[in-house]
């Protein structure tokens, strides 16, 4: 797949209708990935993310022995383990290309007494960014160094905590890593302070199919219940993605569209939405059903052309089932069509923000108060130009669907 970048010219200025399917969520894509490592049966991961990230992850397991092959005519992944992985095999290549090497730690310590993973970034930067992964995963026997660009770990066999873990971080890869440590320790794992986010659910389910008790699900304690050999020949379907859910419904909102969003996971939107009324958007949600995982609850989301107004309370993020980290930036687009001021506090990433003023160049009146927070005015009359994207996914989307809204002339 090229690399090369990408030229876009966007026509805007126009309604949308119709009705679009949420796709399944790349994150939980990414941990059932890693979480087929353990399996010695084979594994199918039905309607999978077809992306980038998941082209590095199985390079990186082909590379290892790990037989991975996509069905005809679909985006079903199937995932045959060897007889033995070949870890000294590994692309080193693949795997300095996605920090999803870092959730292989917690699959790999059941299978080797040492080994070593590649990662991008000097060691100091690696060990400081790491620490909270490391700090559960070693009360499971696993001590790791970052020295020069790898990960060095040694294992010390049949370890099991004897009392609750308790994560330092409530990170979604911190607590799917301690997950994956667990679900193959043959006894009783309580970890405290875990994310109860969409994908770190997703795993959770996923683990179940191979034979692993988890109790809890869904809150910040949960009970795992693991087991020492897993080989089961499972299908799963990774559940759709709240934060393409977000993205489908600022389309609507700032072309002034009336569009239904379906297969929407409204567990994990419904701060975005009770924030989305307040501001006066109209919006009608159909009946709950079930994902193809049969646990995480959908419904389709219609929206209605609406005039908006800012809220008087700053919008920002928190852990969930707070409005999620990911689902912010739409905001700003979203607040840049509503009348009066909007501050938008990113009080998680040090640069985001920074990004997030290129809706600027588009006619949106924005000031930034300091890294972490930027004042947006509106209603914005948007003008289209020649810009160059930013390097970071989501404000990158944020000028996408501004451009949306731009009426040619």
Not at 34 to 44: D, E, H, P
Not at 188 to 212: E, H, I, W
Request: proline share 6%.
């Amino acid at each position: 797949t090229s690399n090369a970048p990408v030229n876009l010219r966007i026509e805007g200025g126009r309604k949308l209708s119709g009705e679009i399917d949420v796709r399944t969520s790349k994150n939980a894509a990414v941990a059932c990935l890693c979480a087929a490592l353990l399996n010695k049966g084979r594994t199918t991961l039905r309607d999978l993310a077809r992306i980038e990230e998941v082209n590095r992850i199985t390079e990186v397991l082909n590379s290892i022995g790990v037989k991975t092959r996509w069905l005809p005519d679909s985006s079903d992944l199937e995932i045959t383990p060897p007889e033995r992985i070949d870890l000294d095999a590994m692309d080193e290549g693949a795997a300095r290309r996605t920090r999803t090497i870092l959730m292989f730690l917690g699959p790999l310590l059941h299978e080797a007494r040492a080994f070593r993973l590649p990662y991008a970034g000097g060691c100091d930067l690696g060990t400081r960014t790491v620490e909270p992964h490391l700090a559960s995963l070693r009360r499971f026997g696993l001590d790791v160094t970052a020295t020069h660009g790898w990960y060095e770990a040694a294992v010390t066999p049949g370890v099991s905590p004897d009392r609750a873990i308790v994560l330092t971080e409530r990170g979604d890869t911190v607590t799917e890593n301690a997950l994956l440590a667990a679900a193959q320790t043959p006894s009783l794992t309580v970890l405290r302070n875990a994310s109860p986010n969409y994908m770190v659910q997703d795993l959770c389910v996923f683990l179940t199919k191979l034979g692993v008790r988890i109790e809890g699900i869904g809150t910040t304690t949960l009970k795992v219940h693991g087991v020492s050999d897993i080989n089961a020949d499972v299908e799963y379907w990774p559940s759709e993605d709240p934060i393409e859910a977000m993205s489908l419904m600022t389309a609507a909102i700032v072309t002034d569209s009336e569009l239904t969003i379906e297969r929407c996971p409204i567990e994990f939107l419904e701060i975005e939405l009770a924030i989305l009324k307040e501001m006066g958007m109209k919006y009608e949600l159909s009946s709950e059903y079930p994902s193809n995982n049969d646990f995480t609850r959908l419904v389709d989301i219609t929206v209605f052309p609406s005039h908006l107004i800012a809220v008087a309370d700053k919008i920002h993020p928190m852990p969930f089932p707070g409005l999620n980290i990911d689902n912010l930036p739409f905001f700003a687009v979203i607040a840049a069509q509503a009348q009066g001021q909007t501050l938008i506090h990113d009080w998680v990433y040090e640069n985001r923000a920074i990004h997030l003023v290129d809706l600027g160049k588009l006619g949106a009146s924005v000031q930034l108060l300091d890294p972490h927070r930027l004042i947006v005015h509106g209603p914005t009359h948007w003008r289209g130009r020649e810009l160059i994207c930013p390097p970071a996914l989501r404000p990158a989307v944020c000028l996408l669907l501004a451009a949306l809204a731009i009426a040619l002339g």
